[in-house]
T-cell receptor, first 120, second 108 residues
């Protein structure tokens, strides 16, 4: 299985709703990522989990709350979102392959198809 | 701050080679150069990466300048399915920040 799956594909929510996005991979990858992509813009990194621990949080507002319950699963909990949060939310994973000596990851990321979120 | 600079758009004819340039003048010694592409309505897809030497794989070739301040992604024979936005990224630790990318149009 070489896929990253994301559910749901589409989500429409009101500003007072609470919802969650789910991402799953079964490739044994130990790094997982959330990105936000607005129309005609590049993906923006939001969060990085490494070995189920949050390692990067790109100053994302607290209305976005990530969770990594196990090495295969990544959630993004949404609460009190604003219309400007409407975007494509992408999940990715990567294996922990390191270059010799430098301890810099040289591993590629595998992306899911994304969840298209609309906040009304 | 953008770490990479790419042309906004490029056009190619089908079956011809395409050279997609990327400038990264502030690259550090530990940055790997990664290329991804994003087809319409899909998540980004890994294409190729390298550190210092030129690299080839089944999808493309990556030519890296000797001073590492620029690189070129080479698609040897463009097909209509290669129409996408191509991103050049400097990869450090778990950080992967996308630049604006180049939108490649392939004409039949």
């Amino acid at each position: 299985d070489t896929e990253v799956t994301q559910t749901p594909k589409h989500l429409v929510m009101g500003m007072t709703n609470k919802k969650s996005l789910k991402c799953e991979q079964h490739m044994g990858h130990r790094a997982m990522y959330w990105y936000k992509q607005k129309a005609k813009k590049p993906p923006e990194l939001m969060f990085v989990y490494s070995y189920e621990k949050l390692s990067i949080n790109e100053s994302v507002p607290s209305r976005f709350s990530p969770e990594c319950p196990n090495s295969s699963l990544l959630n993004l909990h949404l609460h009190a979102l604003q219309p400007e949060d409407s975007a494509l939310y992408l999940c990715a994973s990567s294996p922990e392959r390191w270059s010799s000596g430098a301890q810099i990851p040289i591993n590629e990321q595998f992306f899911g198809p994304g969840t298209r979120l609309t906040v009304l | 701050d953008a770490k990479t600079t790419q042309p906004n758009s490029m056009e190619s004819n089908e079956e011809e080679p395409v050279h997609l340039p990327c400038n990264h003048s502030t690259i550090s010694g530990t940055d790997y150069i990664h290329w991804y592409r994003q087809l319409p309505s899909q998540g980004p897809e890994y294409v190729i990466h390298g550190l210092t030497s030129n690299v080839n794989n089944r999808m493309a070739s990556l030519a890296i300048a000797e001073d590492r301040k620029s690189s070129t992604l080479i698609l040897h024979r463009a097909t209509l399915r290669d129409a996408a936005v191509y991103y050049c990224i400097l990869r450090d630790l778990n950080d992967m920040r996308f630049g604006a990318g180049t939108r490649l149009t392939v004409k039949p």
